[in-house]
Each structure stands twice: as C-alpha cells, then as structure tokens.
C-alpha cells in the first residue's frame, strides 16, 4: 500500500478480489498483477480468508496515481465505495446488501501513462455508516483520501487488502 494513501496497512484477513471475464475463466488478483483493461470491465467481486466475523464491511477502491503515476495531481480516484458486505457462504465470499455509495469504475489510464496501482481495502463497518453523509452517490470521486475519509467516519485500519496494475488500452491501429 503506497504510503501516500497514508493508511496503517496490517492486514489481519486476505482480501480476494475476482473480476468476471466474457469468455474465460474469471480472474482472481494475485497483489501486484498486471491486468489489461479489458480484463477490469467487472464490477468485480469479493471474498475474504480467515475471518471470525460475518460483518458488515466496508470495501473501497481507489487509484493514487492519477492522472499519471508521475504527476497524480487529482489522485485519489475513487473507484469503488460500498458498505454492508456480509460474508455470504462458508468459502467467504462477500455480498453487498444495499447499493454502492460508489459503484464501479473501470480503470481507464490515460493514453501515454504508466500502468496505474488500483487499491481495494476493506474495513470493519461502523454502525453508524449509513448515517455519514461526507461522501454520496453525488461526490466528485476526484481526490479522494480514504485515510482521511476512514479517520472521519470511524473506518479504522484496513483489516485486508490487495492490489492490480492497469495500463492504458494500446492505440488503435
């Protein structure tokens, strides 16, 4: 987790995050993995290893390197934002139980721009987080701060995370 994100990263859970694909077998991130745009069209979905609660959780997306990993002048970029995921069977996966304050964005790295880092933390939920209103369907998703944003609303730190790279799509020919 880049320390931009000024997130104290101690994951006590792994965060497993799988992304459908049209015609293949769906792509679960290994930390770190390249994907091609095309590969992130989603929404993905999620699933989380050795947890002792069902929850509810919080989990967010975001992306510190825009518009260019060089100059992200207007990171953060959120690109996901939903509470109420519950672990919905024995094998962990997670099911949202009411819509996203952010649905989700696909990647779209600029043309010209390094592969951009996309991060997914998930959160214990705090029982008044439906309440917040400091973020809604309506907020710009351009510079973000999810520390400041899970300082405010009582998030904590991040109990799992994971994270993929995207370039942007080749030019056409």
């Known amino acids: 987790i880049p320390k931009t994100l000024a997130i104290n990263f101690k994951p006590k859970l792994l965060l497993e995050v799988t992304f459908p694909q049209e015609s293949e077998t769906a792509v679960t991130l290994k930390a770190g993995v390249q994907l091609a745009r095309n590969a992130t069209k989603g929404p993905p979905t999620f699933a989380i290893r050795g947890v002792r609660t069902p929850g509810p959780f919080v989990i967010a997306m975001v992306d510190p390197d ?11 970029i959120r690109h996901y934002l939903g509470g ?15 819509s996203a304050i952010t649905e989700y964005l696909q990647p779209g ?31 710009s998703v351009v510079a973000f ?19 993929m790279r995207v370039a942007p799509d080749p030019p056409a020919v």
């Open 66 to 76: 825009a518009p260019t990993p060089q100059d992200p002048w207007a990171a953060q």
């Open 84 to 98: 109420n995921h519950t672990v919905h069977d024995r094998g962990g996966a997670l099911k949202n139980q009411t």
């Open 109 to 139: 790295p600029p043309a010209g721009s390094d592969a951009h880092r996309y991060i997914f933390l998930l959160f214990k939920q705090p029982k008044d987080f439906a309440a917040q209103e400091i973020i809604t369907p309506s907020t």
């Open 145 to 163: 701060n999810i520390s400041g944003f899970a300082e405010t609303v009582g998030l904590g730190d991040p109990l799992a995370g994971s994270f």
